[in-house]
């Protein structure tokens, strides 16, 4: 841990920072709101979660012990959803992190997001293919009205 801190500058004051500040828009984001205001009761117990898989994920601190797989696979959601999700975080990683540290958040967003679609859509019968995005009908994903 103190070798990737060391490497890249992030350390669990910048991962809090960046928890905050993202989902703190995401709350507010007209398509991705809903979703997660939907099922999150609690954001300040959720983000003390989110403070430890991010620290997990970038520290391997071994703070969190959930199962982030299952919470997600019910959600309302299809590629459009992580597309959004992936933009506002690389917006936000941008805007608190150093490029170092900004690139190592990017890369482990992406593969994340698409463990996540890839599961959504194997839930859904679906298989996708190599860059194929998992799209379900506009009935069975909240979408925002127009």
Excluded at 95 to 111: H, V
């Amino acid at each position: 841990m103190a070798r990737r801190i060391e490497q890249t500058g992030i350390d669990e004051a910048m991962i809090e920072r960046l928890v905050r500040a993202f989902y703190g828009k995401v709350q507010v984001h007209p398509m991705l709101g809903p979703v997660f205001n939907e099922k999150v009761k609690d954001w300040e117990d959720h983000m003390m979660r989110l403070r430890a898989f991010w620290s997990s994920v970038i520290l391997a601190s071994g703070t969190y012990g959930g199962s982030p797989m299952q919470k997600h696979l019910g959600l309302p959601v299809d590629g459009r959803h992580f597309d959004a999700w992936l933009r506002l975080f690389f917006v936000t990683v941008q805007e608190i992190c150093p490029a170092d540290a900004a690139r190592l958040f990017m890369e482990r967003a992406l593969r994340i997001a698409e463990s996540l679609e890839m599961a959504i859509a194997t839930k859904h019968g679906m298989l996708l293919g190599k860059d194929e995005r998992l799209k379900r009908p506009d009935t069975d994903v909240f979408l925002p009205s127009e």
